[in-house]
T-cell receptor, first 111, second 113 residues
Framework: RKEVEQDPGPFNVPEGATVAFNCTYS??????FFWYRQDCRKEPKLLMSVYSSGNEDGRFTAQLNRASQYISLLIRDSKLSDSATYLCVVTPNTGGFKTIFGAGTRLFVKA | DTAVSQTPKYLVTQMGNDKSIKCEQN?????MYWYKQDSKKFLKIMFSYNNKELIINETVPNRFSPKSPDKAHLNLHINSLELGDSAVYFC????????????FGSGTRLTVV
C-alpha cells in the first residue's frame, strides 16, 4: 500500500459544481496534513492545512478522519480557475522534516 | 520579492556533464529541501537541511551532492548527468519541521540529452 494514495482523476466538472477529493494514508501516527495545489508547469502551493476538527476557507473545506485514515477536500461553486492538480500531503510523526506527497488528483472545471 | 528563488529555471545539458542548481530563500526559514518531480508527477524528497545540517538524505545516487553555506541557501550539484536525471527539481523551505507547510521555488526543469 502506498503511503499516500489519491485518485488521479481527472475529474471533469462544470462551473458551479461541487467536487470532493479523498486521500488515504497508511501511517496511523501521521501528524500533519495538507492540501496543495499545483498548476501545470508550476510549483506546488499550499492551499490549506487540515485539522482534526475540519476547517473551511471560503469555498474550500478540508476534513480529517483519523479512524479511517483519510483526508478530504471539498470545493463548492467550482470556478474555471480551480482547474489544477490537488496534492494530498502527510507528515509522519517520525520526523517532521520528511513530508510525503500524494501523486495528485487532476481537476478540470469547464464552462 | 520572491520568497524562494532557484536558478536556473531551465537547464539542458549533455550526458556526463556536471551542473549545479542554486536556491535561496528570504523567509527566515531554517529548513530547506530539494524535491524531484519526475514525468509521472510524483514529488519525492531528496534532501533536507535544518540550520545547515543535513537531516534527510533519501536514496539518491552519490552523484547528487547538496551544499548549504548558510540557512538561507541550499544548492544542488549533480555530477555525471544521466538521461534518467531529467525531471523538475524543486527547492522548498519551511519554518522548523514541516507542520506549517512548505514554500516552494518555481522549479528547475532539467533535460539531459
Amino acid at each position: 500500500r502506498k503511503e499516500v494514495e489519491q485518485d488521479p482523476g481527472p475529474f471533469n466538472v462544470p462551473e458551479g459544481a461541487t467536487v470532493a477529493f479523498n486521500c488515504t494514508y497508511s501511517n496511523s501516527a501521521s501528524q500533519s496534513f495538507f492540501w496543495y495545489r499545483q498548476d501545470c508547469r508550476k510549483e506546488p502551493k499550499l492551499l490549506m492545512s487540515v485539522y482534526s476538527s475540519g476547517n473551511e476557507d471560503g469555498r474550500f473545506t478540508a476534513q480529517l478522519n483519523r479512524a479511517s485514515q483519510y483526508i478530504s477536500l471539498l470545493i463548492r461553486d467550482s470556478k474555471l480557475s480551480d482547474s489544477a492538480t490537488y496534492l494530498c500531503v502527510v507528515t509522519p510523526n517520525t520526523g517532521g522534516f520528511k513530508t510525503i506527497f500524494g501523486a495528485g488528483t487532476r481537476l478540470f472545471v469547464k464552462a | 520579492d520572491t520568497a524562494v528563488s532557484q536558478t536556473p529555471k531551465y537547464l539542458v545539458t549533455q550526458m556526463g556533464n556536471d551542473k549545479s542548481i542554486k536556491c535561496e530563500q528570504n523567509l527566515g526559514h531554517d529548513t530547506m529541501y530539494w524535491y524531484k518531480q519526475d514525468s509521472k508527477k510524483f514529488l519525492k524528497i531528496m534532501f533536507s537541511y535544518n540550520n545547515k545540517e543535513l537531516i534527510i538524505n533519501e536514496t539518491v545516487p552519490n552523484r547528487f551532492s547538496p551544499k548549504s553555506p548558510d540557512k538561507a541557501h541550499l544548492n544542488l550539484h549533480i555530477n555525471s548527468l544521466e538521461l534518467g536525471d531529467s525531471a523538475v527539481y524543486f527547492c522548498a523551505s519551511s519554518r522548523g519541521e514541516s507542520v506549517y507547510g512548505y514554500t516552494f521555488g518555481s522549479g528547475t526543469r532539467l533535460t539531459v540529452v
